[in-house]
């Protein structure tokens, strides 16, 4: 092998190949896929996220969160995903079709996040993001305590200022509160909007699961 | 630039020392020498290099693995398919849709803001559906209603009507008319029997495009009070149970009649209701 | 001669055939010289970040706190970003310059054919290193693509692109005016990954970024990039610098020399099949999962040909091998790609990858094949090559020694930490009565050992940062006052000395 034009034409032939293989086919047979509703006249299916939650979502994507939390569930009989309750069914192509960019992950550190909106609580989870230690101690989920601010509690305390637990060191002084920024605020939209609660033509719950609690956690923690 | 001084290069020795790892092959004698051993043939000797063989028997344990595999988990190379066991002919797509649910939907969606939820209507302006004799019987009427509209005076359980019913055969397919009239013909009381998808279509063939009729046109097409003449092919509207087939069970059985449902075989209002599993009929007071 | 024939013949690499072997390599050494420093002490730099990246992220598994309570407050610090900030300082700070080097100079070498000194390299070189700083710092600000290994921003792209075509054009050159003669496999491997990064790197940028694909299709075009990235620039380069120094070093040809070529034609077709591996169970067609599986199990036979032709010549030379500063590394590398790959392709088997997926394990067999077989032979290569470049020795063997001890040891320790701790991961979250927070807490002592080896690779490579620059340090301090002496000498009408 030693003609310049050959190889190159070996080379690149390999490669287009794979890519005309897999990629360019996987698209053409499915990268159109539309919403759509399991029964005639229903709600089509996945719907497109509200706006605070689209502005959650950037902040999920800059705070890295894929590098613990996965969003794709493994199907029926596949690992533990379903038994742990993390969603009714495995995700397939079409649950991702309104997202830009996907956010799969590929590191469980955490657990799986798809449908972290039918189990959270959103309280837990600002404490849980100020600081992870309160409500699961042992997480390796890192402190957000910067989507926050303490601000001196004005007439009326804030609705949505975080209760720490009893004599918890994380509390602030007295007189002073801590209050999800805007930031925060937002993520936790994002997060409530992540459900996989409808089913598809191609994907429907899966018998008998769903159902499990997942026994001995904190309460409300997903 | 540092070509200066071409003699100096010549002689200048390899680095060496400790940290130092001498080249005993040139360049040109690492290309030489490999070329030759590729290309000079292996001497004759007694018994044959275990190499080339094992790699053909590798090469070939692979190519084998490599088809066999993909033969059995690339799911027909169907793009729905997410299950590596599938196997053709397995169903891929979930339960076929219940035409009792689908009719609720279309009923609440284009009827009920003028029939009202639980079939009554409104006294004086829209004719109750809830035992109405012009749902009963042959569903022939209700078909040439639907997709025609009727305009004119009618008496309707002992009320008096003299509206418009919008035509909505170019707003709803032949489906969605079997289903909406299916799941109006089994609730609110009703009692009569399923409408195929088949006979609307056979229905909308045959009037074109006639404009609505007045109920009197109508009532002499098909009189009130006759019995469905096709009852006997099909059961009862919304009754999932009463056929005796085991519940999820697709094939016919026991009493159920012709239309057998086969797996992958069905679609929307096509569907005998026994062979359904249990519809869920909305809560509709009576 | 028209401008452009003169500009062609400029460019023109070949050196004067008659001068004898030596010469001409000494000219070929010293035409990449400047450019090579560059390229391994930029290098150089970015694995000593991106490891100390690593190291800060690895300690966050354990103590999510650090580094304390006032630190915590800075965004910049936290894990999700200081994750993927390591890892693309690593390879594309670390790998591509490593590459640039040593692939540019084996190129060089074998074709026997000069690197024109026109100062291109130098301006790409600069560039490049700017472009990966500004996507690491992006990375590290937030405004980065939560795609891996394509996580700069889209704008780097273009400006990264540019400054390796102006890099790998070189290589191109080489292949295309290269000398007389019989083309050695590393010259396959080179011509290839020097193709083949662009083009993937292009195309991922584009079905990620610029135009995205919808849906999972982007996932599918991301780890499509991914695998190749790896597979198709970094593997053929290590493979490229170990078929080189192997027998250049123990003098001796490499032994079933001729299943190279199949090799290295294996490689070519199934590496780029292999993507999907990452999406094993995943939201695509299982029939793109089930051919990535194949062809993930179809890449043993590359694996088993280059380690037929590594280890049964290593075997032969052992006691060279264990003496030789620059082959510790090359066979460490060398071992290290066969043990990977095997384990690569086991984990692609659903049977396997249903324990494996989304855990350390996975981690793990990333920095097996990222460290310990490219990086440890790239470190072998560069160990070889920067004395014959420079024409002046490694400082001090002392050095070399425990560069090789402390990150191998290091480097074992991280992924056995990783495989196992992956593995009992892997395990356990699959079992359901098993609670999370459990299960994390059972992954301590494993993330703890990881940290103990990434301390002492982080010590191996001080020691080779330190040798290194106190070479091209001197080096470079001899070539300044040369250039002085000869400038005041012409200020002083003098004759050079």
Known sequence: MKNLPLMFCGLFFALATSWCGLILSANIQYGALQPVAIEQGDTVYPQPIAGVAQQGRQVYIDLGCIYCHTQQVRPAGVGGDLARGWAKRGTVPRDYILQSPVLLGSSRMGPDLADIGDRMDTHTNYLHLYDAQLVAPGSTQPPYRFLFTTQKIGDTPT?????????????????????PTDRAIALVAYLHSLKIDYELPEATFAPGVGNATTSGNATAHP | MSDADPAKKLFAPEPAGPAMDPARLSDTALQQVHAASTAEKEEPAVGFSPIPVGMIMLFTALTFWVAIYIGQHAGGFRWNVYDANWEPGGEVAAAPPDPMKVGARIFSNTCQQCHHIDGMGAAGQYPPLAGSPWVAGTPDRAIEIVLEGLSGQATILGGDYNGQMPALGQSLSDGDIAAVLTYVRGSFGNTASAVDEQEVTQIRTSLGSRGPMSPDEELKRHPLGQPDNTVAAKPAAGNTTAAGAPAGNTTAGGAAPAGNVT????????????????????AVAK | MSPFASLVASVDPRPDTRLPERARLSQIDASLRWPVVLFVVSGAGWLMLGTVLGLVAAVKLVWPDFPGIFFNNLEVLTYGRIVPAGLNALVYGWGNNAVFAVGLWIMARLCGTKVKDLGMLYVAGGVWNTGVLWGVGSILVGVGTPVEWLEMPAGVAPVLAASYALIAVWAILCFRYRQEGPVYVSQWYLLGAFLWFPWVYLMGELMVAWAPARG????????????????LWFTPAALAAIYYCL??????????????ALGFVALAMFTPWTGARHLIYGPVPVWIQTVSIAASMALMLP??????????????????????????????????????????????????????????????????????????????AIYFMMPRVLEREWPSAILIHAHFWATGLGIGMVLVALYLGGWSQGVAMNDASVPFLALVKAMLPMNVLAIVGGLLVLLGQAAFMLNLLALAGV?????????????SGVALGEEGA
């Not at chain 3, 250049?248 to 490499?254: S, T």
């Not at chain 3, 080096?475 to 400038?487: N, T």
């Open chain 1, 159 to 179: 609705p949505h200022a975080l209760k720490f637990p009893e004599g918890s060191t994380e509390a602030p002084p007295a007189g002073y509160e801590v209050v």
């Open chain 2, 263 to 282: 797996a992958g075989n069905v679609t929307a209002g096509n569907l005998p209701a026994a062979n359904l599993p249990a519809a869920n009929l909305p």
């Open chain 3, 216 to 231: 999972t299709v982007q996932a599918l075009a991301g780890w499509w990039y991914a695998q190749n990235a790896f597979g």
């Open chain 3, 247 to 260: 027998p250049k070093v123990l003098g001796r040809p490499i032994r079933h020399y001729y299943l190279s």
């Open chain 3, 303 to 380: 694996v088993v040909v280059t380690a037929l032709n590594f280890h049964t010549t290593a075997w032969a030379g052992a006691r060279d091998v264990w003496r030789s500063p620059t082959l510790r590394f090359i066979v460490f590398g060398a071992l290290s790609y066969t043990v990977a790959s095997t384990v690569g392709a086991v984990t692609a088997l659903r049977s396997v990858s249903v324990t494996t997926e989304f855990t350390q394990f996975m981690t793990g067999y990333g920095a097996h094949g990222f460290y310990a077989f490219f990086t440890m032979a790239m470190f072998g």
């Open chain 3, 475 to 487: 080096a470079a301090a001899m070539e300044l006052l040369s250039l002085l002496a000869k400038a």
